[in-house]
């Protein structure tokens, strides 16, 4: 059986006859174990929004939580990670470990480090291989890929922050919430925040 229902589907070939009623139940299941399978990413987004969705001011990070940044270290390590030129240059350098992939207009633009795209599309292809490839911001990238998404990874922090970028509205009757962790402020971190991990519907 299939490991993993988001990562291992049927080929198109035994959807249609499936719709065509041309497969019996027990045959699928041996089609399912024998035939190699089309393998789709789970491409998920991870964010750290406040409870206004502020994401970021000056092109830089509003607050930092330790935890949080080693959680993304974690999450994302040996993965591609897709993000907005603006993000890009908002880090020191290409994040190390990982695939950057730069998403911009600019034709002549070859960033150390990173391998530049020009469409939603070229991204979604250089990924393709990857289980589970990561759209890591900012504000425009996580709008314009939303609708390509089956998961977000959201750090939620519970404060309102002034910014100039902000997540995009979850809308619930797209998306349900599949696990959260609530972590309470301390001396390291002035404010509570929960981890929470939504699912496409
Ligand atoms: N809190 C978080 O989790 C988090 C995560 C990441 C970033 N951030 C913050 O978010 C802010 C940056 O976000 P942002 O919304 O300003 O910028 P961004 O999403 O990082 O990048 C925007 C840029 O992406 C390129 N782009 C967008 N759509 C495109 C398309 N369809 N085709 C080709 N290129 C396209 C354009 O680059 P060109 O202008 O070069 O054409 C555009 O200027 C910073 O403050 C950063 O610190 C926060």
Known sequence: MPLHNDIYTLTPQIIK??????LYEKEEEILQETIPMAKTPLLTMIAAAAENNALGKDNDL??????????????????????GRKT??????ALPNRTNIVLTNKRD?????ATVVHSIED?????KEDPQPFIIGGGEI????????????????????????????????QWKEI???EIKASE??????????????
């Open 17 to 22: 006859q499936k719709n065509e009623g041309l």
């Open 109 to 113: 633009y070859q960033p150390e480090g």
């Open 179 to 181: 696990a959260r962790e």
């Open 188 to 201: 390291e971190q002035a404010y509570n925040y929960s981890y929470i991990t939504f699912e496409k519907k």
């Open 88 to 93: 890009f240059e908002s880090m020191p350098k």
């Open 142 to 173: 996580y709008r314009l890929f939303m609708p390509y998404c089956d998961r977000i990874e959201l750090t939620r922090v519970h404060h309102n922050f002034e910014a100039d970028v902000f997540f995009p509205e979850i809308d619930l009757n």
């Open 123 to 127: 991204a979604l292809a250089l990924v």
């Open 62 to 83: 509003i607050w930092h939580i330790s935890d949080d940044l080693k959680r993304f270290k974690r999450l994302t390590s040996g993965h591609a990670i897709i993000m």
